[in-house]
């Protein structure tokens, strides 16, 4: 059973950085792209950033480009979202699953990390 579990959200003002971290577990990590979505209220969960298995190639949504960076450890079945610059657009619950290049997410998610950029 695929169990995706984030944390290091947070409360910061505009401009901090903050990082995510994603346990992944159920699955061979290193045979799966992966990527950080997010989601708001009322609107489809987005994906912001993504990276191939081999912690080369990355992706970013033109939103965040620049200003975050996807990393992973798949000894340590660890992925992580280092975000800097923060803006109150960036303000949403963020999730790590599988995705970029094509990848559907699986079906279960975990039950996301929220981040709160507010002055």
């Known amino acids: 059973q695929v169990q995706l579990v984030e944390s290091g959200g947070g409360l910061v003002q505009p401009g901090e950085s903050l990082g995510l971290s994603c346990v992944v577990s159920?699955?061979?990590?290193?045979?799966?792209?992966m990527g950080w979505y997010r989601q708001v209220p009322g609107k489809e969960r987005e994906l912001v950033a993504s990276?191939?298995?081999?912690?080369?190639?990355?992706n970013y949504a033109n939103s965040v480009k620049g200003r975050f960076t996807v990393s992973r450890d798949n000894a340590k079945n660890m992925i992580y979202l280092r975000m800097s610059n923060l803006k109150p657009d960036d303000t949403a619950m963020y999730y790590c699953?599988?995705?970029?290049?094509?990848?559907?997410?699986?079906?279960?998610w975990g039950q996301g990390t929220q981040v709160t950029v507010s002055s």
């Open positions: 159920g699955f061979f990590l290193n045979n799966v792209p």
């Open positions: 699953n599988r995705g970029g290049w094509g990848f559907t997410p699986f079906d279960d």
């Open positions: 990276i191939g298995t081999r912690n080369i190639l990355t």
